[in-house]
T-cell receptor, first 115, second 109 residues
Framework: SAVISQKPSRDICQRGTSLTIQCQVD?????MFWYRQQPGQSLTLIAT?????????ESGFVIDKFPISRPNLTFSTLTVSNMSPEDSSIYLC????????????FGSGTQLSVL | RKEVEQDPGPFNVPEGATVAFNCTYS??????FFWYRQDCRKEPKLLMS???SGNEDGRFTAQLNRASQYISLLIRDSKLSDSATYLC??????????FGSGTRLQVQP
């Protein structure tokens, strides 16, 4: 597995502001993803963070709202821009570990509340 | 139709009971499936992978039925500590996973 550190663990933000979430992995990983989990819902994939190039966004998510950086194979950030209460959610980074049995692991998540 | 569907529950079972969850998927191209466990306000944690041949880990058994496009999780001798939400997931072909909405299990003393 991998140790995935995500911060902040939680934040309360005002409408219209932006928050950047950081994800640090203790080993180099090729595939890194950002998910969102809204209250009482399952996980929804926001985007794939690509090292050295623009992220690949899923339907319904756009770069202007959720800019992502991936400067190297161990680090990524997700920014939630111009926040509204609808953005209140848990945001999770995840990494794909290749091996005999390929698996997806998650960071501890960032619980975001927008007032 | 959602790609991965689960009965949200809750499943309320007494300690020691056997409980089974099913999960159906619509993408017949999905190759890999997993069960995750998520405790309240925590991140999902991988419970087990699901193989066509079946996969057993202690009290937990996972099965994949490709013909009917469903996966299952069986928990034997339920413990209080098994209370959690169980998420099934299938691959998207891009190493990311698509998750079901989760099945909540409450084991009661």
């Amino acid at each position: 597995s991998a140790v995935i550190s995500q911060k902040p663990s939680r934040d309360i933000c005002q409408r219209g502001t932006s928050l950047t979430i950081q994800c640090q992995v203790d080993s180099q990983v090729t595939m890194m993803f950002w998910y969102r989990q809204q209250p009482g819902q399952s996980l929804t994939l926001i985007a794939t963070a690509n090292q050295g190039s623009e992220a690949t966004y899923e339907s319904g998510f756009v770069i202007d709202k959720f800019p992502i950086s991936r400067p190297n194979l161990t680090f990524s950030t997700l920014t939630v821009s111009n926040m509204s209460p609808e953005d209140s959610s848990i945001y999770l980074c995840s990494v794909f570990i290749q091996g005999l049995r390929e698996k997806l692991f998650f960071g501890s998540g960032t619980q975001l509340s927008v007032l | 139709r959602k790609e991965v569907e689960q009965d949200p529950g809750p499943f309320n079972v007494p300690e020691g009971a056997t409980v089974a969850f099913n999960c159906t998927y619509s993408n017949s191209a999905s190759q890999s499936f997993f069960w995750y466990r998520q405790d309240c306000r925590k991140e999902p944690k991988l419970l087990m992978s699901v193989y066509s041949s079946g996969n057993e880990d202690g009290r937990f058994t996972a099965q994949l039925n490709r013909a009917s496009q469903y996966i299952s999780l069986l928990i034997r001798d339920s413990k209080l500590s098994d209370s959690a939400t169980y998420l099934c997931a299938g691959d998207t072909g891009r190493r990311a996973l698509t998750f079901g909405s989760g099945t909540r299990l409450q084991v009661q003393p």
